[in-house]
């Protein structure tokens, strides 16, 4: 099956460090990755749309320059909280497809913690 | 827009019986798909069952079957013989493909008792 890789699985540092998070699609080409967050017994929201060679779009109410995406091959997309602070602190969860009609696969997702 | 909604946050069910899960969506798109995602403790993501709206068939999945109602906009998922590791949270799912994306219900959290 379509695997996808999420490293780190958690993480914690300093308020203020910037952390960069990787989802990898490990035995195909993705050609669209997605970024989630999550709150503790809450849903996913989505955060961003990754597409490969081209800028992320970003959901309303997700600040661009606090979240930067790179989608820089058809197996990697990394995540990077800037300047991150106490409220960023969340659940990461990156997904890859294929195509636009495939099922998205999800990584393991990544638990930042930031004090 | 389109909204997923999922009005049970708790369900619980004693071992080797049956549960159903509700969902219910809203949307003016005739090309979409529908999914039931499961979320263990470890809050892997793990899809449990698809539903294309073009097929009228019902989905299966061993245990997991799905009643879709487009009429309704309703897509229940029934759990047959619920096993100690059926225990995780549930999302109902729904993808557009004008859009792309995914949008998820509230997630429903399942209690198995032994």
């Known amino acids: 099956g379509a695997v996808v890789s999420q490293h780190p699985s958690w993480v914690i540092c300093k308020s203020g460090t910037s952390v960069k998070i990787e989802c990898r699609s490990l035995?195909?080409?993705?050609?669209?990755m997605f970024w989630y967050r999550q709150f503790p017994k809450q849903s996913l929201m989505l955060m961003a749309t990754?597409?490969?060679?081209?800028?992320?779009?970003?959901e309303q109410g997700v600040e661009k320059d606090k979240f930067l995406i790179n989608h820089a091959s058809l197996t990697l997309s990394t995540l990077t909280v800037t300047s991150a602070h106490p409220e960023d602190s969340s659940f990461y969860i990156c997904?890859?497809?294929?195509?636009?009609?495939?099922?998205?696969?999800f990584g393991d997702g990544t638990r930042l913690s930031i004090l | 827009a389109q909204t997923v909604t999922q009005s049970q946050p708790e369900m619980s069910v004693q071992e080797a019986e049956t549960v159903t899960l509700s969902c219910t969506y809203d949307?003016?798109?005739?090309?979409?798909?529908l999914f039931w995602y499961k979320q263990p403790p470890s809050r892997q993501m793990i899809l449990v069952i698809r539903q294309e709206a073009y097929k009228q068939q019902n989905a299966t999945e061993n245990r997991f079957s799905v009643n879709f109602q487009k009429a309704a906009k309703s897509f229940s998922l029934k759990i047959s013989d619920s096993q100690l590791g059926d225990a995780a949270m549930y999302f109902c799912?729904?993808?557009?493909?004008?859009?792309?994306?995914?949008?998820f219900g509230q997630g429903t959290t399942l209690q198995v008792k032994p």
């Open positions: 035995d195909f080409q993705a050609t669209t």
């Open positions: 799912a729904f993808f557009a493909s004008n859009t792309g994306k995914l949008i």
């Open positions: 997904s890859a497809v294929r195509d636009t009609y495939q099922p998205q696969h």
């Open positions: 990754s597409n490969e060679g081209s800028k992320a779009t970003y």
């Open positions: 949307t003016s798109e005739s090309d979409y798909y």
